[in-house]
Structures are given as structure tokens and as C-alpha cells.
T-cell receptor, first 115, second 115 residues
Framework: GAVVSQHPSRVICKSGTSVKIECRSLDFQATTMFWYRQFPKQSLMLMATSNEGSKATYEQGVEKDKFLINHASLTLSTLTVTSAHPEDSSFYIC???????????FGEGSWLTVV | AQSVAQPEDQVNVAEGNPLTVKCTYSVSGNPYLFWYVQYPNRGLQFLLKYITGDNLVKGSYGFEAEFNKSQTSFHLKKPSALVSDSALYFCAVRDGPAAGNKLTFGGGTRVLVKP
């Protein structure tokens, strides 16, 4: 069964509004989760590392004020795209490091379309 | 810095024929290597990994990969391809725990298996 759950799978929002995407670890507690962004027909780009109980670590070039990450519990991380613009439209995927520490599991992804 | 290269954007193969998807990597220490598959509009599914041990790693759905340290390669193989194997395949390398367990992905290789 699924190890990581993402919700919603698809969302359409108006330009200027904010949208929240949830990532849940179903089988184990996850102190660290990762958020990726994928443009059509391209590879995954790491946006940030979500750390439970502390601030997220953002990759270079990712606006932390635009992509707010909250990791309030050991099983839930949220990504909020604030003041969304059409160029934020993309496929967002989260991942979780398995308990053994060697396998990384991915959610099913969330399609965001900003109109 | 670590990096991964997948030299082929697309691989075409007839059903029943062997399938190979190439991957080379660059890391400063011992590599943790992964293969994932992505079906249209879906998240990534874990296929297999190399951490240590035997150079030939067997994974899900009949896939295997061979770790070659001298050639810094980790090619994915399947002896007899199925039409249902048509998908996007990603090779990835991971830092160790001290560096945050981040995955770096290759650009992806689209596999098309023709009946």
C-alpha cells in the first residue's frame, strides 16, 4: 500500500490566491520530508527539506516566503504556495525517508494550475 | 557536488526484447543509487537501490541494475520488456545522512515498448 499520501492530487486556483498541499507519512514517523517540483517532461528539482519542529531548509533560488513549508507533526508536512501566479503551475511531489534510512518514498504528486 | 546523467532522452524497444536504461553518476564518497519509475500524472515508484554489497541489484517488476564502480555507472535492465513498462525512468543518487539525505535526479529517460 501507499507509504506517502499527498492531497489534493489536483487543484486549480486563481492568480493571487494561496493554496496548500499536504504530505502525510502513513506508515512511520518522518522527521524529514522533501518537496520537489517537476515541470512537464522534465526532471524533479528539490525545493526544500522539511524538518519536524524547525524551519525548512530551502534550496538556492527557491523563495521561502512564497513556498511556505510547515512540518508540525511527525507525519504531516504542508507546502503553501502564496500569492500564486500562472508560472507556479507545476507538479509538486513530496518524499519521505524510510525508517531504515535507505529508501526514499514519494507521494503521488499534486498538480497545481494557477489561472 | 553529486550529479547524475541519463544520456538517453528516450529508449525504444520491442516487447520481449531486453531493455537497458543508462545512468552514470558522480559523487565524492560512496554512492547510494536509486531507480524510480513514473507513470503519466503519477508520483515516483521505487524500483531498486544500491547501498552496498552485490553489484547486481534486483528490484521490482523484474528490473535489475548493475553497479559498476570503475565506470561510475548504474544501468537499469530488464531481460524481456513489456508494453506496460512504458514510462519515465529516473536514476538518482543520494548524499549520506550527514549531508541531509537529499536525492539528486538524472534528467529522466522515457521508455517506449512497442507491441
Amino acid at each position: 500500500g501507499a507509504v506517502v499520501s499527498q492531497h489534493p492530487s489536483r487543484v486549480i486556483c486563481k492568480s493571487g490566491t494561496s493554496v496548500k498541499i499536504e504530505c502525510r507519512s502513513l506508515d512511520f514517523q518522518a522527521t524529514t520530508m522533501f518537496w520537489y517540483r517537476q515541470f512537464p517532461k522534465q526532471s524533479l528539482m528539490l525545493m526544500a527539506t522539511s524538518n519536524e519542529g524547525s524551519k525548512a531548509t530551502y534550496e538556492q533560488g527557491v523563495e521561502k516566503d512564497k513556498f511556505l513549508i510547515n512540518h508540525a507533526s511527525l507525519t504531516l508536512s504542508t507546502l503553501t504556495v502564496t500569492s500564486a501566479h500562472p508560472e507556479d503551475s507545476s507538479f509538486y511531489i513530496c518524499s519521505v525517508v524510510g525508517q531504515a534510512g535507505n529508501t526514499i518514498y514519494f507521494g503521488e504528486g499534486s498538480w497545481l494550475t494557477v489561472v | 557536488a553529486q550529479s547524475v546523467a541519463q544520456p538517453e532522452d528516450q529508449v525504444n524497444v520491442a516487447e520481449g526484447n531486453p531493455l537497458t536504461v543508462k545512468c552514470t553518476y558522480s559523487v565524492s564518497g560512496n554512492p547510494y543509487l536509486f531507480w524510480y519509475v513514473q507513470y503519466p500524472n503519477r508520483g515516483l515508484q521505487f524500483l531498486l537501490k544500491y547501498i552496498t554489497g552485490d553489484n547486481l541489484v534486483k528490484g521490482s517488476y523484474g528490473f535489475e541494475a548493475e553497479f559498476n564502480k570503475s565506470q561510475t555507472s548504474f544501468h537499469l535492465k530488464k531481460p524481456s520488456a513489456l508494453v506496460s513498462d512504458s514510462a519515465l525512468y529516473f536514476c538518482a543518487v543520494r548524499d549520506g545522512p550527514a549531508a541531509g539525505n537529499k536525492l539528486t535526479f538524472g534528467g529522466g529517460t522515457r521508455v517506449l515498448v512497442k507491441p
